[in-house]
């Protein structure tokens, strides 16, 4: 069974601030992407950041970057500089690329609250 | 920028009754999804379609649900005698199927909110 978990139900940070939210995950497949998706309160699924499992570079996205384990199965995402507008939920997922097209697995998501 | 567009954003319906919930993938987009959100849960994969037919669905896809690509452009869900537990988010998503082009990457509708009382 292909698994990801989101340890940290709630984060917060300060305006302007770092913050890592974590994710580890499971699976057999020897190929496969990681995702980050932000839900605002709009609850619309936005697409963040994406990394492919063959790649050893972490991706990055101006202010949101990750940094990929493979052997440890953990895919945390940074993002610097927080504004307001990163408030959301964050949920991690995992797309095998042998398994089923489009099944992605989504973990239980993290809340990121940003303070002013 | 294309995106994913969904019909109704917000509807209500009685139990019992059947329900229909459109959605316009990207236009040069070869795999169409549906997926679900239960208030305060994480989202979950219904069903994926691909060259007019399922190509595969969860459990959580009975009998009650079906899909249809009814013309060129729409990919629609359908609900039958809809429950109170079918009260939920429901994501429409599409993909290229080019690991090239897109990497895999599954975009995502704003989302159609399903009431059932």
């Known amino acids: 069974a292909q698994t990801v978990t989101q340890s940290q139900p709630e984060m917060s940070v300060q305006e302007a601030e770092t913050v890592t939210l974590s994710c580890t995950y499971d699976?057999?497949?020897?190929?496969?992407?990681l995702f980050w998706y932000k839900q605002p309160p709009s609850r619309q699924m936005i697409l963040v950041i994406r990394q492919e499992a063959y790649k050893q570079q972490n991706a990055t996205e101006n202010r949101f970057s990750v940094n990929f384990q493979k052997a440890a199965k953990s895919f945390s995402l940074k993002i610097s500089d927080s504004q307001l507008g990163d408030a959301a939920m964050y949920f991690c997922?995992?797309?095998?690329?042998?398994?089923?097209?489009?099944?992605?697995?989504f973990g239980k998501g993290t809340k990121l609250s940003v303070k002013p | 920028e294309p995106e994913v567009t969904q019909t109704p954003s917000h509807q209500v319906t009685q139990m019992g009754q059947e329900v229909i919930l459109r959605c316009v993938p990207i236009?040069?987009?070869?795999?169409f999804y549906w997926y679900r959100q239960i208030l305060g849960q994480k989202v979950e994969f219904l069903v994926s379609?691909?060259?007019?037919?399922?190509?595969?669905k969860s459990e959580i896809f009975d009998d009650q649900f079906s899909v249809e690509r009814p013309d060129g452009s729409n990919f629609t869900l359908k609900i039958r005698s809809t429950k109170l537990e079918d009260s939920a988010m429901y994501f429409c998503?599409?993909?290229?199927?080019?690991?090239?082009?897109?990497?895999?990457?599954?975009?995502f509708g704003e989302g159609s909110w399903l009431t059932v009382v």
């Open positions: 699976t057999s497949e020897s190929d496969y992407y």
């Open positions: 379609f691909y060259n007019n037919e399922i190509s595969e």
């Open positions: 998503a599409s993909d290229s199927g080019s690991l090239i082009l897109s990497g895999n990457t599954i975009y």
């Open positions: 997922g995992l797309n095998p690329v042998g398994g089923s097209q489009g099944n992605l697995i």
């Open positions: 236009s040069n987009h070869l795999y």
